[in-house]
């Protein structure tokens, strides 16, 4: 057993001394933002809902709201929703327009911004939501940045200020944010930090924001230089892909330099209620990102296995070095966590519950093999996608 241990240990030492450095949340929109331009570009939101009136009404005010002082135009495009969506939004923009003075003071601007779409029928070979958002970005017109956000993220009023300060100043193409997702049912308390913190893994902060490095974004908070994403062929270029914020990200770094952080000004106002709902949320695309192969599902829940269940195995039951290497890899693993516990404020004891946390999550990969291979793959909304990018 000596051997499984020292084998989970040096992929731990691996993960947390030679993997840019994914787990000590660094990456963050308030630290580094250069000066603002001279000049503010315009800009258009575009926002895909399809049954949002949940959430639609904090989303859309939260945009009219937003300080900017350069031109800025909100499109919502409602994809053919059934629970009053666009008739909420409306009202929404209103409220929000009669509430927030305009940056100027002069109470100019905020009345038009608002642009309501009823979205055509699914096209063939697109995912729901990219087909919302290429319907969004043909109505918006020739605007210097494109805003690609989610329905259910309410943005602080400098948002925009902050990432086409960052966009400008540092020349980037793509600047993205990592939304705080809602962290309050004891649900989303175990196990949404997590959530940040694989992904992380996956598509470590730094070796995205370097030159040369990986390709990634976060679906829920975009700013898009419109003539580079023109270039890469437009978002029809990844109509398909179900993990669609990854694609887009990976398709405008080959157009220049891409900026991905962590974020309180853009915060997630979804609920995660229950474990069903936070499985769901898990499950709809984890079989995408292993591309739909058994191959690489049964390597990824045997090295799951590996990394964190055997460490806590060897420590309960083992004995000598076994136990000491896999209490080594179990106290490493709690440390690599506790960053981004300390960003969403929670108990520093989480770290310890990350193999259970970490096996839930394994669940979660199976059932979402599951799921696509009776032909409900990447449910969302009442539709099933994952067969369009299998």
């Known amino acids: ?11 731990w030492l691996v993960l947390v001394l030679a993997r840019d450095g994914f787990w000590l949340t660094r990456e963050r929109d308030s630290l580094g933002l250069p000066p603002a331009p001279t000049v503010w570009p315009s800009v258009v939101a575009v926002v895909p809902a399809r049954d949002e009136a949940e959430v639609i009404a904090r989303s859309i005010g939260s945009l009219i709201a937003q300080n900017y002082p350069g031109d800025f135009r909100v499109v919502l495009v409602d994809d053919n929703s059934s629970d009053g969506t666009a008739a909420i939004a409306r009202a929404a923009g ?33 995912t729901g939501k990219l087909w919302a958002v290429h319907q969004g970005i043909a109505a918006a017109g020739a605007p210097d940045y494109l805003w690609l956000t989610d329905a259910d993220i309410a943005h602080a009023p400098d948002t925009l200020t902050s990432l086409i300060t960052r966009a400008v100043g540092d020349d980037r193409v793509l600047v993205t944010l990592m939304a705080r997702l809602r962290c309050e049912s004891l649900a989303e308390r175990a196990l949404i930090p997590a959530f940040v913190w694989f992904f992380a893994m996956l598509y470590p902060f730094a070796a995205v924001n370097r030159a040369g490095g990986i390709g990634g974004a976060a679906g829920g908070c975009m700013l898009a230089r419109r003539d580079a994403l023109e270039a890469a062929g437009g978002i029809a270029a990844v109509r398909s892909a179900l993990i669609d914020d990854c694609a887009f990200g990976a398709l405008m770094k080959r157009q220049g330099r891409v900026w991905l952080g962590l974020t309180d000004r853009s915060v997630s106002i979804r609920r995660y209620d229950t474990w069903a709902s936070v499985g769901a949320m898990i499950s709809r695309s984890a079989y995408a990102q292993l591309r739909y192969s058994p191959v690489l599902l049964a390597g990824t829940l045997v090295g799951l296995a590996l990394i964190y269940l055997i460490p806590v195995l060897l420590t309960l039951f083992a004995e000598g070095y076994a136990r000491g290497l896999g209490l080594a890899a179990w106290v490493l693993m709690t440390i690599a966590f506790q960053p981004m516990l300390r960003f969403y404020r929670r108990s520093p004891l989480w770290g310890v519950a990350l193999p259970a946390i970490a096996l839930f999550y394994a669940a979660q990969t199976f059932a979402s ?13 009442g539709r099933a996608q994952a067969a369009i990018g299998a």
């Open 94 to 126: 209103e409220a929000a327009t009669k509430s927030s003075p305009s940056p100027s003071g002069e109470g100019l601007g905020r009345a038009d911004r608002l642009t309501i779409l009823t979205g055509a029928p699914l096209a063939p070979g697109w």
């Open 1 to 11: 057993m000596i051997w499984v241990g020292g084998v989970a240990l040096a992929v």
């Open 369 to 381: 093999a599951w799921a696509h291979w009776r032909g409900h793959g990447g449910m969302w909304k």
